[in-house]
């Protein structure tokens, strides 16, 4: 899908929930982003299978999956952003991690924003305590998108991952929700 870049003002562009029509947008944003970005650490590109079973694992789990669509291109998907496991024990299960990825055309307008403010109120209405995103320590774009979402950063690793044929470091950022809202059973 080639898509112009988007002249939409980002009140125009609209959030819902992920179906399996979706997926082939899906894949293709995920897969411009692995074959140009070092901050994305696999060559392997993705498949709708893949996704499939990756929808199917969010939807047992009860995690969302939402998409930003832009009316002024036929309300094709111009982002996604989840709410994914974070480890797979139990005692994680008031923790989610945060992905978001934007189609080239559609970026610095704002969707990754409305996104993430999807997905923050969706974490809220499950009674999650707390948001992981786990960054690439030269993306600057995405530290400073979720900085202004009051993420801040609890760790790095130095020289976990390779892309590209270079080693990279990892930041996690946190945030903490509101204490008040958060599920405890
Ligand atoms: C990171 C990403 C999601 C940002 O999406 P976006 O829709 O362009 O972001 P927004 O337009 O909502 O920008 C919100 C804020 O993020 C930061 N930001 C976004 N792109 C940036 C860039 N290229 N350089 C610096 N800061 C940037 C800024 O703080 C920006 O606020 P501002 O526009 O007021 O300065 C997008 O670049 C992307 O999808 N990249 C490829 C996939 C990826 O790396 N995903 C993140 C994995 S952790």
Request: charged residues 25%; without cysteine; proline residues 4%.
């Amino acid at each position: 899908m080639t898509l112009e870049p988007i002249t939409d003002a980002p009140k125009a562009i609209g959030i819902r929930e992920a179906t399996d029509a979706d997926l082939p947008s899906i894949v293709e944003i995920v897969n411009l982003a692995i074959e140009s970005s070092p901050y994305v650490w696999t060559e392997i590109p993705t498949t709708i299978d893949a996704r499939h079973v990756w929808f199917d694992d969010h939807r047992r789990s009860d995690h969302p999956i939402l998409v930003a669509v832009s009316p002024s291109h036929g309300d094709r998907v111009v982002g996604w952003s989840s709410l994914s496991t974070f480890r797979g024990r139990d005692g994680y299960r008031f923790t989610a991690e945060v992905s978001v990825y934007v189609h080239p055309a559609a970026q610095r307008q704002g969707v990754a924003t409305h996104l993430i403010q999807a997905i923050d109120e969706a974490a809220r209405r499950r009674g999650l305590h707390a948001l992981v995103a786990v960054i690439d320590a030269e993306h600057s774009a995405s530290l400073s998108l979720f900085r202004r979402f009051s993420f801040a950063e609890r760790g790095r690793l130095a020289e976990i991952g390779w892309k590209f044929g270079a080693r990279r470091d990892e930041v996690f950022m946190v945030k903490l929700l509101g204490a008040g809202e958060a599920r405890t059973t």
